[in-house]
């Protein structure tokens, strides 16, 4: 039996929610702090066999190294099993470190969703960890460390640093196989979602994502394309789980929940059928929503969701936002979703490759005439595998290689016709749109209009 500590790390920016972004990492801002889900069936899977802890130094507000290096002393832990993600892969590489300098013979391995060799690489020399796994472990955790399997990761291999791919056969296809999440060995009472009541958990009920936005998207490269789902047996048993821990509110982290429409609405007879009182959020298409399905989500205690938007230009989002999405299609679900009481929550970016001013004077026009409850803002990121990535090396457009400023919130890349600093102003402009748009109607029109000549001011400034 081994002694082992699975960790999600501290963090200077406590806004950062590690499994977000497919895994990457994420800045979802202030009032999101949310459980990490691949952790906690680490968690469960290794708790079979081994004397396992659990420590959440972000949601648990513990950032002090001498804590943790006692903690690992007073528990004769062998094995401490971090989170690495993107935006601190820095502070995540030195605390590992700094771990292991203060207590020799330590193992330390590293669960990610980063896939990227040159970043892996970096952060196995510079920690001194022994494995970086990017692959999908929630069942074979036990095989990575006794050294039985190497697909899915990055370990050192004698004298030289060896990355196995993950193949086809490493993910898990059935995902009714999915342990439950060891939530009961969290602080419960510390995890929030700004868009939720009360206490929050996360839960996923499937992976992977077929759209062709995953050329910018982390989702698809860190899960797949193809999408996999569990059963809606195993979704209500493991709510069923959720409730009894007294957790009323669940962020289903599915990049797509409703791709399958009869699958959602199977599961919300059952939500319904089994007197589950959950209150709960979801993120998704528009194109994969229907006025039938909005009206049972919200009997089954669906109070909003997130819909992937983009951009609000009428040939930008068709061809590069959100392909399979129209503006009428969003008018159209948005009327249905207020009238049923759904709240939208607005996914936009910045800086897509075809951007312009003119298509964000489209974006700032449609977003006010469609005035969804609240909007989420994100400057482009070319997260290291995607193919906008790529692009953008090829084309010399990242200006920041500093990993920890891709976090959505921080442009570190110009476009063809957007500048870093022009897509900085943008975003704040977006956000003074969305304010503006809560105010009372006296307010928000000549304040709209301000908004549209203050943009104009700077497109002739900018001499376009």
Same mark, same amino acid.
């Given at each position: 039996?081994?002694?082992?500590?699975?960790?999600?790390?501290?963090?200077?920016? %406590?806004?950062?929610? &590690?499994?977000?972004?497919?895994?990457?990492?994420?800045?979802?801002?202030?009032?999101?702090?949310?459980?990490?889900?691949?952790?906690?069936?680490?968690?469960?899977?290794?708790?079979?066999?081994?004397?396992?802890? =659990?420590?959440?130094?972000?949601? /648990?507000?513990?950032?002090?190294?001498?804590?943790?290096?006692? =903690?690992?002393?007073?528990?004769?832990?062998?094995?401490?099993?971090?989170?690495?993600? @993107?935006?601190?892969?820095?502070?995540?590489?030195? =605390?590992?470190?700094? @771990?292991?300098?203060?207590?020799?013979?330590?193992? *330390?391995?590293?669960?990610?969703?980063?896939?990227?060799?040159?970043?892996?690489?970096?952060?196995?020399?510079?920690?001194?960890?022994?494995? !970086?796994?990017?692959?999908? #472990?929630?069942?074979?955790?036990?095989?990575?460390?006794?050294?039985?399997?190497?697909?899915?990761?990055?370990?050192?291999?004698?004298?030289?640093?060896?990355?196995?791919?993950?193949?086809?056969?490493?993910?898990?296809?059935?995902?009714?196989?999915?342990?439950?999440?060891?939530?009961? +060995?969290?602080?419960?009472?510390?995890?929030?979602?700004?868009?939720?009541?009360?206490?929050?958990?996360?839960?996923?009920?499937?992976?992977?994502?077929?759209?062709?936005?995953?050329?910018? #998207?982390?989702?698809?490269?860190?899960?797949?394309?193809?999408?996999?789902?569990?059963?809606?047996?195993?979704? !209500?048993?493991? @709510?069923?789980?959720?409730?009894?821990?007294?957790?009323?509110?669940?962020?289903? &982290?599915?990049?797509?929940?409703?791709?399958?429409?009869?699958?959602?609405?199977?599961?919300?007879?059952?939500?319904? %059928?089994?007197?589950?009182?959950?209150?709960?959020? #979801?993120?998704?298409?528009?194109?994969?929503?229907?006025?039938?399905?909005?009206?049972?989500?919200?009997?089954?205690? #669906?109070?909003?969701?997130?819909?992937?938007? /983009?951009?609000?230009?009428?040939?930008?989002?068709?061809?590069?936002?959100?392909?399979?999405?129209?503006?009428?299609?969003?008018?159209?679900?948005?009327?249905?979703?207020?009238?049923?009481?759904?709240?939208?929550?607005?996914?936009?970016? !910045?800086?897509?490759?075809?951007?312009?001013? %003119?298509? $964000?004077?489209?974006? =700032?026009?449609?977003?006010?005439?469609?005035?969804? +409850?609240?909007?989420?803002?994100?400057?482009?990121?070319?997260?290291?595998?995607?193919?906008?990535?790529?692009?953008?090396?090829?084309?010399? @457009?990242?200006?920041?290689?500093?990993?920890?400023?891709?976090?959505?919130?921080?442009?570190? $890349?110009?476009?063809?016709?957007?500048?870093?600093?022009?897509?900085?102003?943008?975003?704040?402009?977006?956000?003074?749109?969305?304010?503006?748009?809560?105010?009372?109607?006296?307010?928000?029109?000549?304040?709209?209009? *301000?908004?549209?000549?203050?943009?104009?001011?700077?497109?002739?400034? &900018?001499? /376009?």
């Amino acid at each position: 039996m081994k002694r082992i500590l699975v960790l999600n790390p501290p963090s200077s920016d %406590k806004t950062i929610n &590690r499994d977000m972004a497919g895994g990457l990492g994420y800045s979802a801002g202030a009032g999101v702090v949310l459980p990490p889900i691949d952790l906690l069936n680490v968690v469960t899977t290794l708790k079979k066999k081994n004397k396992v802890y =659990f420590v959440d130094a972000i949601a /648990e507000k513990i950032d002090d190294l001498s804590y943790f290096v006692d =903690f690992i002393k007073s528990k004769k832990i062998e094995i401490v099993i971090s989170g690495l993600a @993107l935006p601190t892969v820095s502070e995540d590489t030195e =605390f590992a470190k700094k @771990l292991m300098d203060n207590i020799p013979g330590l193992r *330390v391995i590293f669960k990610t969703g980063i896939n990227y060799k040159q970043i892996l690489e970096r952060v196995l020399k510079d920690s001194g960890a022994e494995l !970086i796994i990017f692959g999908e #472990c929630d069942l074979t955790i036990e095989e990575f460390l006794s050294g039985k399997r190497r697909t899915g990761c990055v370990y050192w291999n004698g004298k030289k640093i060896e990355l196995a791919p993950m193949t086809i056969e490493d993910r898990i296809k059935n995902l009714d196989e999915l342990p439950l999440s060891a939530r009961e +060995e969290t602080k419960i009472d510390r995890y929030r979602y700004v868009l939720l009541p009360g206490v929050v958990t996360t839960m996923q009920t499937s992976r992977g994502c077929p759209y062709p936005c995953g050329f910018y #998207c982390p989702y698809p490269l860190v899960q797949g394309k193809t999408w996999r789902a569990m059963s809606n047996e195993r979704v !209500i048993k493991e @709510l069923k789980v959720i409730s009894k821990l007294g957790i009323k509110s669940v962020l289903f &982290r599915d990049a797509t929940f409703t791709l399958d429409n009869k699958r959602t609405e199977e599961l919300c007879n059952l939500i319904i %059928k089994n007197k589950l009182k959950i209150r709960w959020w #979801c993120e998704t298409r528009i194109n994969v929503l229907t006025p039938e399905l909005l009206k049972i989500m919200k009997r089954a205690g #669906c109070l909003g969701i997130n819909v992937g938007i /983009e951009t609000l230009d009428q040939e930008l989002i068709i061809y590069q936002g959100k392909p399979g999405v129209t503006l009428e299609s969003i008018q159209k679900i948005r009327a249905v979703a207020k009238e049923v009481g759904v709240r939208l929550h607005f996914l936009m970016i !910045i800086g897509l490759p075809d951007d312009n001013l %003119k298509t $964000m004077s489209n974006t =700032f026009d449609y977003l006010v005439r469609l005035n969804p +409850e609240s909007v989420g803002f994100s400057t482009i990121t070319p997260y290291p595998g995607t193919e906008m990535f790529a692009d953008a090396m090829k084309e010399g @457009l990242i200006q920041d290689f500093d990993w920890n400023k891709f976090n959505g919130n921080i442009s570190n $890349m110009r476009t063809k016709y957007l500048s870093s600093f022009d897509m900085i102003v943008l975003r704040k402009m977006l956000l003074g749109t969305a304010f503006i748009m809560k105010q009372p109607p006296i307010i928000s029109v000549p304040a709209v209009i *301000v908004i549209k000549i203050i943009l104009k001011i700077w497109k002739t400034v &900018r001499r /376009e």
